[in-house]
C-alpha cells in the first residue's frame, strides 16, 4: 500500500511538473496569439489526463491584480478543463468557487457547470449564488441552468426579478438548451412591454430556436416588439426578417399587424416588412418594393448600381434567378469600372449557395475581390451556412 501510495505521488509530482512547464509557455505566448500554437498548447493540457484536474485548479485564478498573461494563462486552462472529466478535481472547484478573486471564482464556476457531478456541485453553487453580486453572480447562474434549466423557482426569481444582466443570462441559457419548458415564462416577459424592450434580441433568439412554439399571438407580440422605438433599429429589422420562419405564408391578418410599421417613417424597417411580405407570396407588396428599382434601371441602363441594387433586393425576396442576371449585368456594365465591385461578386455566391450550387458559390467566393479575413467573416454568414457545411466548405480560410 505504502509504495502504490509513493508511485502514485511520484506520478503526480511528475504531472504537476509537467502541466507547469506547459503553463509557462501559455504565459509567453505573444498577445494576441496565434490560434493553432494556443490551440496545441490547450490540448497538451488535456493529454494530461482527468487524473491530473486537481493540479490544474490552481492556475484557473490569475489573482485580483492579475496582469494580461495571467488572465489569458487561467482562460485557456479552463478550456483544456472544459474538456476533460474534472470529478478529480470537484473539490478542489468548489473550494476556488468560494474562496478565491473574483475571476478566479468565475474560472471555477465555468468548468463546473460541464461537471457530471451535478447533484454534488449544484447546492455549492447555488448557496454561493446567494450571497455573490456583478458578473460573478451572472456567471454561477450561468453554471446553475447549465446544470438544471429547470429550476422553476431560480427562473422565477431571476425573470421576474429587477437585474437585468441576469435575466439576458437566463434568456441566453435557455435558449443554447432550447428549454421549450420554460416557454411560459419567457412568453410573460414578451408581453412586458417595459422588460421586453431590454430583451428584444435575446427573446428573438429564443423563439428563432424554437419556432414550434411561435404562435399566431407571438407573432403580434414580436411585432409590437419590432414596433417599440427603445429597441435597437438592427434588432427591431432582425425580429421583421425572421418572421418567415413563424409564419407559411402572407395573409390579411399579417399585414394589418405590420400596418403601422409599413406607413412608419423608419424606411429600413417598412422595406424588410415588405420584403418579409413578399417572400411569403404577397405580389402588392413584391411590386411596391421593385417600382423604384426597376424605375431606376429604366433611367439609368447603363449605370451597373442600378442593376446592382435590383438584384440585392431580388435575392432577398427570394428570386434568386433574377437576382443573378441583374448581378450579371452590373458585373458586365462595370468591367471597366475603377470599382472592383465585391459587392456583386458576393451577391452572386450568395443566389449560389441559397440555391444549393454550392461549386458555383464557392467560385464566386474565390473570384471576389476580397480579404482572405473579409472572406472569413463571411463563413458566419446566415446565407452561407449551407455552403460550410458542404464539402466545398473549405473555400473559408481556417486560423
Request: net charge neutral; charged share 30%.
Amino acid at each position: 500500500m505504502a509504495r502504490a501510495r509513493l508511485k502514485q505521488a511520484e506520478l503526480f509530482a511528475k504531472l504537476g511538473l509537467e502541466l507547469e512547464a506547459i503553463v509557462k509557455r501559455i504565459e509567453a505566448l505573444s498577445l494576441p496569439p496565434s490560434n493553432p500554437v494556443r490551440e496545441a498548447l490547450v490540448d497538451e493540457c488535456v493529454a494530461l489526463g482527468p487524473e491530473a484536474t486537481p493540479l490544474f485548479v490552481r492556475w484557473l485564478d490569475p489573482g485580483e491584480a492579475a496582469l494580461d498573461k495571467e488572465r489569458f494563462r487561467a482562460k485557456q486552462v479552463v478550456l483544456a478543463m472544459l474538456r476533460m472529466d474534472t470529478r478529480a478535481a470537484t473539490g478542489e472547484l468548489l473550494g476556488l468557487a468560494r474562496q478565491g478573486s473574483t475571476e478566479g471564482r468565475g474560472n471555477a464556476a465555468r468548468v463546473l457547470e460541464m461537471t457530471p457531478e451535478r447533484e454534488r456541485v449544484r447546492p455549492e453553487l447555488l448557496a454561493i449564488f446567494k450571497s455573490s453580486q456583478g458578473q460573478l453572480r451572472a456567471t454561477l447562474l450561468r453554471a446553475l441552468l447549465r446544470l438544471s434549466s429547470d429550476d422553476s423557482q431560480l427562473l422565477d426569481e431571476v425573470l421576474t426579478g429587477d437585474d437585468e444582466a441576469l435575466r439576458d443570462v437566463a434568456l441566453s441559457v435557455l435558449t443554447d438548451t432550447k428549454n421549450a419548458g420554460a416557454e411560459e415564462r419567457v412568453h410573460r416577459l414578451l408581453n412586458d412591454p417595459a422588460r421586453a424592450d431590454q430583451h428584444a434580441m435575446q427573446l428573438l433568439l429564443y423563439y428563432q430556436a424554437l419556432p414550434e412554439l411561435v404562435g399566431p399571438g407571438h407573432v403580434k407580440e414580436l411585432i409590437a416588439l419590432a414596433s417599440a422605438v427603445k429597441v435597437p433599429a438592427s434588432t427591431r429589422i432582425a425580429i421583421i426578417e425572421s418572421l418567415p420562419m413563424f409564419v407559411s405564408g402572407s395573409n390579411n391578418e399579417l399585414r394589418r399587424s405590420l400596418e403601422g410599421i409599413l406607413a412608419g417613417a423608419d424606411l429600413k424597417l417598412s422595406e424588410a416588412a415588405r420584403v418579409v411580405l413578399a417572400r411569403l407570396g404577397d405580389r402588392v407588396a413584391k411590386k411596391e418594393l421593385l417600382k423604384p428599382y426597376d424605375d431606376l434601371v429604366e433611367s439609368t441602363p447603363k449605370w451597373s448600381p442600378a442593376y446592382f441594387r435590383r438584384g440585392d433586393l431580388l435575392r432577398r425576396i427570394g428570386e434568386y434567378r433574377d437576382a443573378e442576371k441583374d448581378y450579371t449585368k452590373a458585373l458586365s456594365l462595370g468591367r471597366n469600372d475603377p470599382n472592383p465591385q465585391a459587392d456583386t461578386y458576393i451577391g452572386l455566391a450568395k443566389c449560389a449557395a441559397l440555391q444549393g450550387h454550392f461549386k458555383e458559390a464557392a467560385t464566386w467566393l474565390q473570384q471576389a475581390p476580397i480579404q482572405l479575413s473579409q472572406l472569413k467573416a463571411y463563413a458566419g454568414d446566415p446565407d452561407f451556412a449551407k455552403l460550410k457545411a458542404s464539402k466545398y466548405g473549405d473555400v473559408f480560410p481556417r486560423d
